[in-house]
Each structure stands twice: as structure tokens, then as C-alpha cells.
């Protein structure tokens, strides 16, 4: 009688191992989801078969992953790992947005770096993705702003520092706000030595000492002349 006890037993035994180990790794495969260790669990509740919804859980966690891969700037790789999803839930729009990101964000390093015409057609390319659009004409006016910003050094370097000071008003380029200051101070200085020496000027003496000035200096020096560095005795 001890053998048929034995034999129930053991099969007693081997259906709650059936039983117990898959309910015991789907909780496993859950709480590696959980955790965020989407590549784990997908293997994992691949390794459950038709176990629960497993089958459903892997296309889950293979979506989770390629988030992930989008997120973290991961984009060929997300865009493989969407793909690969069919048409699980928005899967083939998060494949194009992450071709598209990819795209957009060399274009952004193009025009970071100051490559101007490369820029403006790498976001002309991209359409209506996010703001593309506006991205080029930053690019084109970043170009403007740098070749007018060149101009204005340029003359400032070779003394011209009215037309300097014309070029960089209202410019924001770079430090052209401390460069338009310092054509500023060395006009001011020009213009003091050729009072001293007499010679042509833009500026003239009033009886009272002050300076008088064009309205196109006065446009630009604002105040300046004003000051006590605007006073002749």
C-alpha cells in the first residue's frame, strides 16, 4: 500500500510544481517590470509562453525599452525597436518621431556650432516637425547677425567707430553689446584728441563747454555725451 501513497505523493508534488513555479516567475517577470528592467522582464515573460498574458506583457516590455532608447537619445536603436513592434499601440509613429528627433537634434548641433546654411536646410528638411520651421530662420539670422557683427569689428579695428557703432546698435550677437560699449569709449577718445588738435570732427562746442553732437551720434550715444566724459573745459 506504501507504493501507490508514494507515487500520489510524487504526483501531488509535480502538479504544484506546474502550478506554483509559473505564478512564482510571472511575479518575478512583474517586479522586473516594475523596477524598470524592461529587457529582463520581456525575456522573462517570453520564457512563460502562453502563461496568464504573458505573450502580451513581452510586446509591453519591449515598448517600455524602446521609450527608454528614445528618451535617452538612443534614436536608431529606438527606431529598430518600434519597428520591430508592428502596430503595437502608436509604435510606427514613435519609430518616425524617433528618426525625426535624430535629425532634429544634428541640425540643432549644426546651428549650436554656428553652421548656418547647413542648419537651415537640415531644418527645412524636417517640415512641421516641432518648431523647424522657426529653427531656420534662427539659422538665417544667425548668419546675418554674424557676418553684420564681422563688419562692425572690422571697422572698429581700422578706426571707423561711427559706423561700427551703427552696425552693432541693436545687435545681439555674441558680446556685441561690451563691443558697441567700447566703440563707444574709443570714438569718445578720437573725438576728444581731434577737438585738441583742431583737426575735422563730427562733434562741436557749445559757449558753455558741452559738446553738440548730430542726432545720428545722439541716436546712438544716448546719454553718453551727457556724462561727465562729455564735458569739455
Known amino acids: 500500500w506504501l507504493l501507490p501513497a508514494v507515487a500520489a505523493a510524487a504526483l501531488a508534488a509535480g502538479i504544484g510544481i506546474l502550478v506554483v513555479k509559473p505564478t512564482m516567475d510571472y511575479k518575478a517577470a512583474q517586479e522586473r517590470m516594475d523596477a524598470g528592467a524592461y529587457v529582463e522582464a520581456a525575456e522573462a515573460f517570453e520564457a512563460l509562453g502562453n ?15 524602446a521609450l527608454v532608447l528614445l528618451d535617452t ?8 525597436a518600434f519597428a520591430e513592434l508592428g502596430n503595437y499601440k502608436d509604435s510606427p509613429q514613435k519609430a518616425e518621431d524617433a528618426v525625426h528627433e535624430k535629425a532634429y ?3 540643432q548641433t549644426l546651428l549650436d556650432s554656428e553652421e548656418y546654411d547647413q542648419a537651415a536646410e537640415a531644418f527645412k528638411a524636417l517640415g512641421a516637425y516641432k518648431d523647424s520651421a522657426q529653427k531656420v530662420k534662427d539659422a538665417m539670422q544667425g548668419k546675418a547677425d ?11 579695428d581700422s578706426g571707423e567707430y561711427m559706423k ?8 545681439n550677437y555674441k558680446d556685441s553689446a561690451d563691443q558697441l560699449q567700447k566703440a563707444k569709449e574709443a ?3 578720437s573725438q576728444r584728441a581731434s577737438l585738441a588738435a583742431g583737426g575735422a570732427h563730427n562733434v562741436g562746442l557749445r559757449s558753455d563747454g558741452t559738446v553738440v553732437t ?13 556724462s561727465d566724459q562729455g564735458q569739455s573745459n
Open 51 to 65: 502563461y496568464q498574458d504573458s505573450a502580451a506583457m513581452v510586446q509591453e516590455a519591449n515598448y517600455q525599452a
Open 73 to 80: 537619445g538612443a534614436y536608431d536603436r529606438a527606431a529598430e
Open 105 to 107: 537634434q544634428n541640425a
Open 146 to 156: 554674424r557676418e553684420t557683427y564681422g563688419k562692425a569689428q572690422a571697422l572698429m
Open 164 to 171: 561700427s557703432m551703427i552696425l552693432l546698435s541693436g545687435l
Open 187 to 189: 570714438y569718445w577718445v
Open 214 to 226: 548730430t542726432e545720428i551720434t545722439k541716436s546712438i550715444f544716448g546719454n553718453y555725451f551727457g
